[in-house]
T-cell receptor, first 112, second 116 residues
Framework: DAGVIQSPRHEVTEMGQEVTLRCKPI?????LFWYRQTMMRGLELLIY????????DSGMPEDRFSAKMPNASFSTLKIQPSEPRDSAVYFC??????????FGQGTRLTVV | AQKVTQAQTEISVVEKEDVTLDCVYE???????LFWYKQPPSGELVFLIR??????QNEISGRYSWNFQKSTSSFNFTITASQVVDSAVYFC?????????????FGTGTLLAVQP
């Protein structure tokens, strides 16, 4: 298995533009997580899905952020419109219930 | 509510020193998992260990050891004879073991710098 795959690895965009981050979880994993990592706040859980259903989105910072999981093998995190303070590394992770969480390599987002 | 506290923001040691990274957690659940992850400068997150709340045995893996104490809600991580390659950010994390509520909550991380 190739592990959790995130794309793009790096994204530079202008303020106000829409940004879409993508994640392909490990096949067979039933939970998917989106995390944001910043110097100030460390790793923050944004949202997680169980069996493609959003369970807890309380970490999503504001309405500009949205996440979808249309099927078991794909999820997106969208920011619209993006702002400079959204600059961070965004990690996707997947796991089976009670098992290890495996992380993607992250998407480094820079909003200028 | 669940919470993980890593009070040490940064630690700097000289190679071959032992170093302990602290982790204190809060949960109302009786069944949960604790984790440590390493994030080297390259940025990826590397799993180190998972501990079930019912298993308080300490664990040793090479130069790494973990001390789980339910009485103090702590899950500390010790690196013996540190090496420059140990330089990284280390995250402690907590997860409930119940079915649907499966989220992994991280501490803010401890940056470990091992000087040659």
């Amino acid at each position: 298995d190739a592990g959790v795959i995130q794309s793009p690895r790096h994204e530079v965009t202008e303020m106000g533009q829409e940004v879409t981050l993508r994640c392909k979880p490990i096949s067979g994993h039933n939970s998917l997580f989106w995390y944001r990592q910043t110097m100030m706040r460390g790793l923050e859980l944004l949202i997680y899905f169980n069996n493609n259903v959003p369970i807890d989105d309380s970490g999503m910072p504001e309405d500009r952020f949205s996440a979808k999981m249309p099927n078991a093998s794909f999820s997106t995190l969208k920011i619209q419109p993006s702002e400079p303070r959204d600059s961070a590394v965004y990690f996707c992770a997947s796991r089976e219930s009670g098992q290890l969480a495996f992380f993607g390599q992250g998407t480094r987002l820079t909003v200028v | 509510a669940q919470k993980v506290t890593q009070a040490q923001t940064e630690i700097s040691v000289v190679e071959k020193e032992d170093v302990t990274l602290d982790c204190v957690y809060e949960t109302r659940d009786t069944t949960y998992y604790l984790f440590w992850y390493k994030q080297p400068p390259s940025g990826e997150l590397v799993f180190l260990i998972r501990r079930n709340s019912f298993d308080e045995q300490n664990e040793i893996s090479g130069r790494y050891s973990w001390n789980f104490q339910k009485s103090t809600s702590s899950f500390n991580f010790t690196i013996t004879a540190s090496q420059v390659v140990d330089s990284a950010v280390y995250f402690c994390a907590l997860s409930e073991a119940r079915g649907a509520t499966n989220k992994l909550i991280f501490g803010t991380g401890t940056l470990l710098a091992v000087q040659p």
